[in-house]
């Protein structure tokens, strides 16, 4: 099977001049109006302009359509037939020009936590991006995450008010923890090591929470490359990218969804989130047991399972956004996905020991095994690109179920 790598153009439609050299290659396309992010494309090489900007009207239309209704805009404009630079901007204009942020603080209430272990150069990026926040967070806490050496704490050093924690106990949930517990401020947000924070993210994770009724929040998650093999599987077939349009998981949602278990990892991904620092006492704090270490990953998902649980409401919001460096290669990416299916598996079995949900167990016992018959039946004889996982991500769901058997009567500790 043929694969692509792909060139990634940011596109501003607000400019006077939008102009993309699709020239040799394929390419991914990321269509912004200012700050707000409306869309995305992948095209071929050397596409005419005429088809350039039907695509474009074709990725933005969705997010634009939804900004109209969102902020009661009446009539809905027709679809143009033939789209220009010009008329997309006079559309962008209408919707969503007003979301731009103006007169932000200088500050804001929120702590930022970044969970990191022996991995100082994307460190060393993400916390240069955090310098060039239009509001800047009250503070930011690095926990080093049983570090073999002092690589981390030498980058923090490097970085005025960053406070360096370390956290001798390894496990990507014992130290988004330590975090929780550290954090001063009332919102907690989390980013990953390996993000690149647009510069309105705090500011837009803040702006959030200016709804009283949310307990958590996710935002948008766009790849910073995607220049191997590793990085577009990944991006097309395991992507943390929700979407361009915001999404409320509440009550309803998990009640519609109860019957047939609630997807509670289609809410967001763990490398751009955020929470209220009281909902960790209403629910509890993330389950250790779903650790990179232990059962794989998953620790931010079972947490919103039990945040809808309990009642609580959680947005998606796409205006908070950051750029995420993909595995690069396909030995990383398959470790990757192994620790993606065994974290699943066992976070699944947890909310049903939890909760007795009964569709966790039909999701997982039913929905899960047919969907890996069809891939393994689609991807015979040589399971080429996505297919290239599928081992991995099978042996990481046996391995799951024997790990929560072994573990299914250990008290986790999530509250604090």
């Known amino acids: 099977m043929i694969f692509n790598t792909y060139k990634i153009h940011h596109l501003d439609l607000a400019a006077d001049n939008v102009r993309v050299d699709l020239g040799s290659g394929a390419h991914y396309c990321v269509f912004w109006y200012r700050s707000i992010p409306l869309g995305e494309r992948y095209l071929r ?175 948008l998650v766009i790849a910073a490359s995607l220049s191997t093999e590793a990085e577009v599987i990944f991006e097309k077939y395991w992507p943390f990218n929700r979407g361009y349009i915001s999404k409320q998981y509440d009550h309803h949602f998990f009640n519609a969804t109860l019957e047939a278990g609630p997807p509670v990892w289609e809410i967001g991904a763990g490398a751009n989130m955020a929470f209220r620092k009281a909902i960790f006492e209403e629910v509890g704090y993330f389950d250790e047991r779903l650790d990179a270490g232990a059962a794989g990953c998953n620790g931010d998902s079972e947490l919103w399972y039990r945040i809808l649980a309990n009642g609580f409401t959680i947005r998606y919001n796409p205006k908070a956004v950051v750029q995420h460096h993909h595995r690069h290669s396909i030995q990383e990416l398959k470790g990757q996905l192994y620790a993606y299916m065994r974290g699943f598996t066992v976070a699944i079995l947890i909310q049903h020991q939890r909760f007795g949900h009964r569709g966790n167990l039909l999701h997982l016992l039913k929905v899960v095994p047919l969907y890996y018959l069809s891939l393994i039946r689609k991807g015979f004889p040589y399971y080429k690109f996505q297919y290239r996982t599928l081992l991995s991500e099978m042996r990481g769901i046996v391995s799951g179920l024997f790990y929560y058997w072994r573990h299914r009567n250990t008290n986790s500790k999530i509250y604090g």
Request: a negative charge.
């Open 45 to 219: 090489a050397s596409v005419s302009e005429d088809l350039f900007w039907r695509e474009c009207l074709d990725a933005i239309w969705p997010a634009l359509s939804w900004y109209y209704d969102e902020q009661g805009i009446s009539p809905l404009p027709a679809k143009p037939s033939s789209p220009n630079a010009a008329s997309l901007k006079a559309l962008c204009d209408d919707a969503v020009a007003h979301l731009h942020p103006v007169n932000i603080p200088r500050q804001c209430d929120v702590s930022i936590v970044i969970c990191t272990r022996n991995r100082a150069a994307f460190l060393r990026e993400c916390l240069k991006h955090l310098q060039l926040q239009q509001c800047r967070p009250a503070e930011i806490v690095v926990v080093d995450n049983a570090p073999s050496n002092n690589d981390t704490e030498n980058v923090v050093a490097e970085f005025e008010g960053v406070r360096y924690v370390r956290e001798d106990r390894p496990g990507l949930d014992i130290a988004r923890n330590r975090g929780a517990l550290e954090a001063e401020s009332a919102i907690v947000a989390y980013l990953d090591d390996d993000t690149i924070p647009d510069i309105h993210w705090t500011y837009r994770v803040f702006e959030t929470f200016r709804d009283p009724s949310l307990a958590a929040m996710t935002g």
